[in-house]
């Protein structure tokens, strides 16, 4: 998965209930364009442009997969959702809310309906003060300065001043609970789409694990009996290194981590391809290591149905996995699943994706996020 977008929208209202009116905006964006990362304090700024009741202002920044066009699109919708009815030919207006993408990456997109940054943003303190809230480390791609220079050359006098702190709704999930996330799942499962996807989020550590790189991966998928004993035991060392090495950089008790594997996927992986002697001295090897492994906080197992595993190995295109069979993958599941049932001091997590795109479908991403959190709760 390739790094998320960072977007920075402008909220505002100055119709009905302005902070209710903020904050449902918030969800709304929230449940349906991106994962709303930093919220400002939310700011009362006289109109700008126009006479009329005072504004609320905030900023806040979003992480999304989605392109410019599709948040705009987006974020019209959620405008005409709140009740907002755009006339282009009315000049400035009270409204029920106003959505202006302020910033998306560092990119410049100069477009008929769309320019970014927004023009005017240098010269309205009503974004200014609240994008300074964020914290961000971001410079105007076109004027070349830091929002706390922009702050300081305004020509924007009018007074913005601090209402109240407005909640994020990433504040009601509690990852930080955890320091040590494992997920795992079958071969296309997106687990490691996922552990990303979090990272990013959550600003956590990762641990990835490095199958690309086995030189026995290709040869095993051509002859399994031939490649099977020397595929699983590279496996094994090269996931207690890395697992031994990147879990040595980070503070267990301080740091987030969230890794796309655990070490146990290596025994369970050996059961169903090697032959039995194979597997007695194998697992006199592995129980020796995994003695010594840290366990995570939470072991979390995606679950999904085979027939959209054999369609997300496809669409990913890896030559050596295309000949996997459903068989196969039936019985790495039932691996894990009767893996899962023995583990009685390991804190498990089986969530079901198997109708579910966490990519592409913000509501689904945040089912995930909303289960872990009723786990943490229990």
Partial sequence: MESQH??????????????????????????????????????????????????????????????????LDQVLQVEKTLGRIR????????????????????????????????????????????????????????????ISELIQITPDVSVCE??????SP?????????????????????KSTLALKMAQDFNAKTVLE?????????????DQNRYAFSLEISFLADRYQQLSDD??????????????????????????TLG???????RTLFDIIYKEMPKPDLYIYLYQNTNRLLENIKSRGRSYEQDITAEYLEK??????????????????????SDRDFVNKQEDYLYILNEIQEKIKQ
């Fill in 6 to 71: 960072q977007v920075i929208l402008s909220l505002g209202s100055n119709q009905g209930n302005r902070l209710k009116n903020i904050e449902l905006c918030l969800e709304l964006i929230h449940q349906e364009i991106g994962t709303v990362i930093k919220v400002s304090n939310l700011y009362e700024t006289p109109s700008w442009g126009f006479e009329s009741d005072a504004f609320y202002n905030c900023i806040l920044s979003i992480h999304t997969s989605k392109s410019p066009q599709q948040v």
């Fill in 87 to 146: 006339n282009e030919n009315a000049g400035y207006q009270s409204r029920i809310i106003d959505i202006d993408l302020i910033a998306f990456d560092d990119e410049i997109i100069d477009l008929k309906n769309l320019q970014i940054p927004h023009p005017l943003l240098q010269d309205r303190k009503f974004v200014l003060l609240p994008f300074q809230d964020l914290n961000i480390n971001w410079k105007h791609p076109v004027l070349k300065k830091t």
């Fill in 162 to 167: 601090v209402v109240q702190k407005l909640e």
């Fill in 210 to 222: 490095r199958f690309a790189d086995n030189p026995f991966l290709p040869k095993f998928y051509e």
């Fill in 276 to 282: 039995e002697d194979e597997f007695r001295l194998y």
């Fill in 332 to 353: 790495i599941n039932k691996g894990y699943l009767e893996y899962i049932k023995t583990q009685t001091d390991l804190n498990v997590l089986i969530i079901d994706v």
């Fill in 247 to 272: 879990l040595s950089q980070f503070d267990l008790f301080k740091d987030f981590v969230v890794a796309d594997y655990h070490i146990f996927k290596s025994l369970l992986f050996s059961k169903i």
């Fill in 170 to 190: 990433l504040d009601q999930i509690q990852l930080n609970h955890y320091n040590y996330i494992a997920i795992e799942g079958n071969i296309g499962a997106g």
